[in-house]
């Protein structure tokens, strides 16, 4: 039988009316096995997420304050979603227990786990599948990451000793017993690890969109949906900021090649995106599979006269930027000149230092640090190989009357990213996006 792995996230379990969805959505697939859960996130736009409750709530502990009152507030929310649910379970010994570890020092991880621990109480009673605490299963190292040594087999032969299991999301356990959790929105890093122990068929991550867009919809008005993306595209996408899932939840399914489906609570009968390793066997309607972009960044330019054959002036500059701890984002280059393009963010308080070791270091004929560049990545494996791709980039961005600051093609051809002015980018990348998904659409 297939298996597959399925995390909810703290709005899909923001209530009683959110459970019912969840448990709906479980029973119609029996497949659906291993259930990871997130604490209970906002059910409006001004609520307060579980998770922020508890983290206040340890705050308050920790400074010798009072705590009790708000504690009853987190309470309060459980108990409304189990007395919504009709269900028999008495969760007092739980509250009982996170007093008392709260008011003996219990950590910070602690506090703010015991929103995952107790919505995945409430669900496995209320699905009727067995409860497994996260505490038992994974593991960390003293340096504080993940222990997969330790962790697989372990999480492997626990699971395979229950046909149906509810598992809390955001954290496992140290060496020394304490309670450490991921980083926040740390449940879709639980729920990889879970699908990746269970030698899933895949991963169902079940959230409040219908999965990716093309676009972020804030800058482009119905952006038409992602149907499958790869693993590769979806890292260049993320890293320009088109984020939905956890960064670091990708990598344990990935080697393992099992595919991921983020899909909407909400809206159970839309199929979401599917996020695979492999580029054949999928639908490749568009050309390209997404566009992101970001402001905010700035170039630092070098020219230099027969750049080639000045040994070691690449590593000259290299240096320079580790030695003030700037991260370097695309270095686009020329014969003679070469351009560092890094966060804005990256140069605060160090233009003139930077300026200054560079001149001394590599002496430029030319050097110029300029702030105002955004950049747009244009990312696909339809691309591959296609001629043509670059030209109607540059065609559509012109047509908008945009200057292209700079272009940097990858040599893997999956993605383009465009520079240009910040104060052009919302029309660029908007012709960008017009360009092709407007003309492909047309075309289909
Ligand atoms: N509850 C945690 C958070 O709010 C983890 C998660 O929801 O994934 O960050």
Redesign the pocket.
């Known amino acids: 039988m297939q298996v597959k792995a399925v995390k909810f ?2 709005t899909s379990l923001a209530d009683a009316g959110q459970f019912r969805k969840v448990y709906d959505i479980v029973k119609s697939d029996p497949t659906r096995r291993f259930v990871v859960a ?2 209970p ?1 906002k059910r409006f736009g001004e609520d307060t ?1 579980v ?1 922020d409750m508890l983290y206040a709530c340890y705050d308050m502990a920790a400074a010798g304050l009072d705590f009790s009152a708000f504690f009853a507030g987190i309470c309060a929310r459980f108990e409304a979603i189990v007395d919504g649910l009709g269900l028999d379970i008495d969760l007092s010994p739980d509250y009982e227990e996170i007093i008392s570890a709260l008011m003996h020092g219990a950590g910070r991880d602690y506090a703010a786990s015991r ?2 621990y107790l919505a995945a109480k409430i669900l496995a009673a209320y699905l009727g599948f067995d409860f497994i605490d996260a505490a038992d299963v994974v593991f960390f190292r003293d340096d504080g990451s993940f222990d997969d040594v330790q962790t697989y087999p372990n999480f492997a032969s626990v699971l395979r000793g229950h046909d149906y299991a509810v598992i809390p ?2 954290y496992g356990v140290m060496p020394n017993g304490t309670i450490k959790t991921f980083s ?5 890093i639980t729920g990889a690890i879970v699908a990746r122990a269970a030698d899933a068929d895949i991963y169902e991550n079940w959230t409040d969109v219908s999965g990716f867009l093309m676009a972020d919809p804030r800058l482009i008005p119905s952006p038409l949906p992602i149907k499958t993306v790869t693993y590769r595209e979806l890292r260049e996408l993320s890293y320009m900021g088109a984020g939905v899932l956890h960064e670091d939840s990708v990598f344990p399914v990935r080697s393992a090649g099992i595919p991921i489906n983020i899909r909407n609570t909400n809206e159970p009968d839309n199929p979401g995106t599917m996020i695979v390793s492999g580029t054949d066997c999928v639908d490749n309607e568009h050309i390209i599979t997404g566009i992101a972009g970001r402001k905010n960044f700035s170039v630092i330019r070098i020219e230099k006269d027969r750049m080639a054959y000045h040994r070691g002036f690449l590593r000259r500059i290299f240096e320079v930027l580790d030695l003030n701890g700037i991260n370097v984002d695309h270095i686009p280059s020329g014969i003679d000149t070469i351009s560092v393009i890094v966060h804005s963010d990256e140069l605060t308080g160090k233009y003139d230092i930077l300026r200054e070791s560079l001149v001394s270091s590599i002496k430029p004929d030319y050097l110029e640090i300029k702030d105002g560049l955004a950049l747009i990545a244009v990312v696909g494996r339809g691309m591959v190989g296609k001629p043509g791709v670059a030209s109607r980039i540059f065609d559509a961005v012109a047509a908008a009357h945009v200057n292209v600051r700079m272009m940097d093609q990858g040599l893997g051809e999956l993605n383009v990213i465009v520079g240009v002015d910040e104060a052009d980018f919302e029309t660029a990348l908007r012709a960008i996006y017009d360009a092709f998904v407007k003309q492909d659409s047309n075309a289909l």
């Open positions: 996230g703290g997130s604490a996130g997420k998770t929103g995952e999301g955001f926040r929105g740390g449940s879709d």
